[in-house]
């Protein structure tokens, strides 16, 4: 049996000029099997996560065996955001029109229909976990479907739900979902749910940041939240504790506005154990061991430090990098404080920023021009 590979172009949106956006959704299906999905740039200038697609695609395609399962690989997820250029940057956090971040406010089915979702769990709850999970995954496609249906009754489908709904839709029978994204100008990171803290080490990464159980809207949040939930349930209602067999994390691969080939093969090496695991390769498949120690740090350390001052900013430690508590982080100009006194120099301009605690960082804003109150750097507080 060969692997079939498959495409299908959705449409996104119409443009005023008549043209059409799409998205171009490539899947490869072997052995039944695992269902995993992969988007890149739902930020659209998030781009480093389509190279990894590129790769994930030619190592596939020179992989001689037959996968187990379907992996559907969607790049330039939002070309909405991707597109939309302001000189040499790409605006792609935000939509441009209405201000809302592209990765959120997608649709959280169990908070929506919570009616339905406990009415699901006690027809279910002596259900045998594997048909209990496949009825769950056919409760949550009808779910979202009659969601769908029921927004374009009432006309409220806006150009943000447009697009959150069809990779919602895409993902939804998944199970295991990796949602590409970069930084600013930052390290590489990961984002893992609690539950999937122990399964997201199968991910080759450095730094991983645990987040907790609730929904704010964001894509790898409206996966995992609906299987959370369905846990939670059975264990106050029944006392039934479940294995989850779905994780969904978010994959911080280095810095906006960067696609880097050569990078995007060592990306897929990061993600190749997880496939594994998945079991979308055979057990005995041999995968070199990965030289990368995964650190993991819960939420409340992950701070950002604002930016007390306005001015020029010049880092003195890159993304990756630790720091001690003293140590000078990196130098503000200030042009309005450069002082002459008694025909001398008397000041430059230039204050140091020194960390009030150790850490790593992670993210660093992307231009030297820093307005005061500005995210300056995110870090990992030890
Ligand atoms: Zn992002």
Known sequence: ????????????????????????????????????YLQAGIHGAEVQGNALIIQLIDFLKSYKATINGTITMVPLANPNGTNNKNNTY????????????????FIDLVTLKRASFEKFCHKNKQTENKVLFTHFKKWLKQTLIKIEKELKDKNQIHENNEINLIL????????GVLDLHTGPIATYYLYTPEYAKEVSKYLKFENTLVIPHYFAGAFDEVTFHPYTELKKYFFSEFGRDLTLPFE???????????????????D?????????????????????????????????????????QSGLFHFDIKPGETFKKGDV?????????????????????????????????????????????????QVFKY
Request: with cysteine; charged share 25%; hydrophobic share 35%.
């Open 1 to 36: 049996m060969k692997n079939i590979w498959k495409q299908k172009k959705i449409k996104v949106k119409e443009l005023p000029s008549g043209d059409t956006l799409n998205i171009n959704v490539i899947s490869v299906s072997g052995h039944p099997g695992p269902h995993i």
């Open 90 to 105: 790409t605006n792609g956090r935000f939509n441009a029109n209405t201000g809302d971040n592209w990765n959120r406010n």
């Open 168 to 175: 919602q839709k895409l993902a939804i029978e998944a199970d």
């Open 248 to 266: 969904s994390f978010t994959l911080e691969l280095g810095s906006e506005e960067a696609f880097d080939l050569e990078s995007g093969k060592r």
């Open 268 to 308: 897929v090496a990061r993600i190749l154990p997880y496939l594994k695991y998945k079991g979308v390769f055979p057990s005995n498949m041999r995968i070199k061991p990965s030289p990368i120690k995964n650190q993991t740090i819960p939420l409340e350390n992950f701070k950002t430090i604002y930016s007390k």
């Open 329 to 377: 982080i990196g130098r503000y100009f200030n042009a309005q404080k450069i002082k002459i006194k008694n025909n001398k120099i008397d000041h430059l301009g230039i204050e140091e920023l020194k960390a009030d605690y150790s850490g790593k960082v992670i993210n660093i804003f992307p231009s030297a021009v820093v307005p005061q109150g500005c995210e300056l750097l």
